[in-house]
């Protein structure tokens, strides 16, 4: 398995995104374990609030599948009950997935489900504290969803709880600039007032 390496904001390799959508609050370095150059292959971020309604549940595995057979590169913190079912899924592709856990990765234990993907060169754990905490809260959750959108090319939301922590993500994102998504579905009609892109499982290889 690879080793931590810690990567300064003033080395070469530190993603420019950071920076620039950041800014201030961009982190003076990260730790990786695995391949960065995963991180330039234009990722898709993936959010999923904490309570997803049983309308897009279905719609969000079928994105997930269809994402990992187009083969594209999907990042996210998979924390959520329904980010974690997606990385499952994910995992069992041949694409490449970028996992940012919410918390320091110098002592975290890698789980076996992970360590086949990351022989492979396919995974890269990426996170933006060195360090501490070695458990993840809800502030440095909260960080690490801005980080995951501002290392992303694109951004798809399966569901954002009105009035929530991630639907507030989605606001700040669109402000980014960033395009964004949000899966087709009367549950998601906030997120489309924002500015998010209405979005279906055979709309990926479009």
Not at 55 to 66: F, G, K, N, W
Not at 99 to 111: D, K, N
Not at 120 to 136: A, D, H, W, Y
């Amino acid at each position: 398995m690879s080793a931590v390496v810690i990567i300064g904001q003033t080395r070469d390799g530190y993603p420019a995104s950071l920076c620039d959508h950041l800014r201030d609050d961009a982190p003076d370095g990260i730790a990786t374990i695995g391949d960065l150059g995963i991180a330039h292959n234009h990722p898709m971020a993936l959010f999923c609030s904490v309570k997803c309604p049983g309308s897009v549940i279905l719609q969000t595995y079928d994105m997930a599948r269809a994402l990992r057979d187009a083969g594209r590169v999907v990042i996210g913190g998979f924390q959520s009950p329904m980010e974690r079912e997606c990385l499952d899924l994910l995992l069992r592709g041949k694409q490449p997935v970028i996992l940012c856990p919410a918390r320091s990765i110098e002592t975290m234990r890698v789980r076996s489900e992970w360590k086949a993907a990351l022989d492979e060169g396919r995974l890269l754990i990426v996170s933006p504290f060195i360090k501490k905490p070695r458990r993840p809260t809800v502030e440095t959750a909260t960080f690490r969803n801005r980080f995951v959108a501002a290392l992303a090319d694109r951004i798809l939301f399966a569901y954002a709880e009105p009035n929530g922590k991630t639907e507030q993500l989605c606001r700040e994102v669109v402000q980014w600039g960033k395009t964004v998504y949000a899966i087709e579905s009367e549950a998601n009609a906030h997120l489309i007032r924002l500015g998010a892109k209405p979005v279906k499982p055979e709309d990926v290889n479009k």
